[in-house]
């Protein structure tokens, strides 16, 4: 049943919104996972205090982002059957497996021992409580896995015929493996340990300009400042692999993010900035570099790129928003490489920690990796548009027979639930980084009898939360990634 347009809209618009506060949290989790258990693994061979402290202190900051991770996820769990009844009832047969095995395979490893790495330091012994924290990284990893086949399926479908109106599958390993699963893999999880980056550097950041010079925060500063010389330069490679991959699969999406209309024969020119206009179809008041466009795109100097007037109308996507979302993530990629390369030259001049200017920059540019994270999801979802399954289903059947205005109270209370529940789970995280790691000489951050300073007791006011947390985690998390 096709619904009208204006609850489909609305539909991918309620999608869109709770989407866009869910990918952050997981994005962090991942991330911050895998730097907690570099950081118990230095604790362990130097043991050098400061890297414990570290540790206890992110952990706390990592619970905080798990948490809202797995709220956020069941909500958009339960969308699959009030607002795309059709699109379940038609690939039900690959998505519901593969999230399950997401649930039965990494979620069940998380959840099984974060409570060991939360709350297991003095209970279980040192190889035990590290082996937790690594079982919680990897199961994080797991998670991605699982849930990017699943999101690549539906943007390079293989291995399925359809019978009856419904997916039938043919061979599981041609629906994960999908000829756009390894990039999109690779490019996802780098960008969560380059989000995670930056959420550390702004917060060593953030001490440092306080005046805070000590081994804790030195330590963090310059471990994000090193992950993000690794990372960014090697998400823009790995982004290179995957537009050329999309130039393959996903023509029209390319097009869109690229701006052209026309099919262009001895190079196709880049369009760095201009603005799309699909009435008209053209990009008004273009700033054009000849031939850079094949040779980005095709690597080659006169490779050719089709145009979207190739497409018929209705199978274009929303050129201007494709276009921009996607020069927002190269745009601030770009100041992420720069600002990596920065501190390496500040480094070899040895004023890394003392740069005041530099540590506001990093301030300033720390949250742009959400910003960075969300832009490259609209180009990658927006591009894809009209359809939910490319080339096999439309979004507009896929949509349940809902009314317009049942999405829009749905949607009304969604909003007000989120800003109150993640607005509440935000402000608790940002008043826990700016607390900080624990100062030389001060009491543990996990001492339960340090409740008068500001650490101890945003401490205690978070162990019975956390606890509550760790039991429901069988029943609520069905889908934390």
Not at 162 to 183: A, E, H, K, Q, T
Not at 225 to 231: V, Y
Request: proline share 5%; aromatic share 12%.
């Amino acid at each position: 049943m096709t619904a009208a347009p204006e609850a489909v809209d609305l539909a991918r618009l309620q999608f869109a919104f709770t989407v866009s506060f869910h990918i952050v949290f997981p994005a962090v989790s991942i991330g911050l996972a895998s730097f907690i258990a570099v950081l118990e693994g230095l604790w362990l061979k130097t043991r050098q205090p400061h890297y414990l402290d570290l540790c206890r202190f992110w952990s706390k900051a990592f619970a905080v982002c798990f948490g809202m991770g797995v709220v956020s996820g069941v909500v958009m769990a339960y969308q699959f059957g009030t607002n795309w009844s059709g699109f379940s009832s038609f690939a039900g047969a690959v998505t519901g497996p593969l999230l399950t095995y997401e649930v039965m395979t990494a979620f069940f490893l998380e959840a099984g021992f974060l409570g060991i790495m939360l709350f297991g330091w003095n209970r279980v012994s040192e190889r035990a409580h590290f082996a937790a924290t690594l079982c919680v990284a990897v199961g994080t990893l797991i998670s991605t896995f699982w849930i990017l086949a699943s999101n690549s399926w539906m943007q390079t479908p293989q291995g399925v015929e359809i019978v009856d109106g419904r997916v039938v599958v043919l061979s599981w390993w041609d629906v994960i493996f999908n000829p756009s699963f390894p990039y999109r893999l690779a490019h996802m999880s780098i960008a969560a340990f380059v989000v995670a980056a930056l959420v550390v550097a702004g917060t060593g950041a953030w001490h440092l300009l306080r005046g805070r010079r000590d081994p804790a925060v030195k330590t963090m500063f310059s471990m994000a400042m090193w992950l993000l010389l690794i990372f960014a330069p090697l998400q823009a490679v790995v982004g290179d692999l995957h537009g050329l991959n999309t130039r393959e699969y996903q023509p029209a999406k390319l097009a869109a993010i690229e701006g052209l209309w026309e099919t262009k024969t001895g190079g196709t020119p880049l369009n760095l900035f201009g603005w799309p206009d699909m009435a008209a179809e053209t990009t008004r008041y273009a700033l054009e570099v000849p031939h850079l466009g094949s040779l980005i795109l095709t690597h080659r100097w006169d490779g050719e790129i089709r145009g979207l007037k190739e497409f018929p109308k209705d199978e274009r996507p929303n050129v201007p928003l494709v276009f921009w979302s996607f020069r927002i993530m190269v745009g601030l990629g770009l100041a992420m490489i720069a600002a990596a390369l920065t501190a390496v030259w500040l480094r070899r001049r040895g004023t890394l920690f003392t740069s005041r200017r530099f540590a506001r920059a990093m301030l300033v540019l720390s949250p742009t990796g959400f910003v960075a994270l969300l832009a490259g999801w609209v180009t990658t979802e927006a591009g894809r548009q009209p359809w939910v399954v490319y080339g096999v289903m439309r979004t507009a059947h896929a949509v349940s027979p809902v009314s317009a205005q049942q999405v829009q109270v749905s949607l009304l209370v969604l909003v007000l639930t989120y800003c109150l529940v993640f607005g509440t789970g935000i402000y608790y995280l940002l008043k826990w980084l700016r607390v900080g790691p624990v100062l030389p000489g001060e009491p543990s951050a996990t001492s339960s009898s340090d409740h008068t300073s500001p650490r101890g007791h945003l401490a205690a006011q978070t162990a019975p939360a956390l606890s509550g947390l760790s039991g429901r985690m069988d029943t609520d998390g069905a889908h934390a990634t």
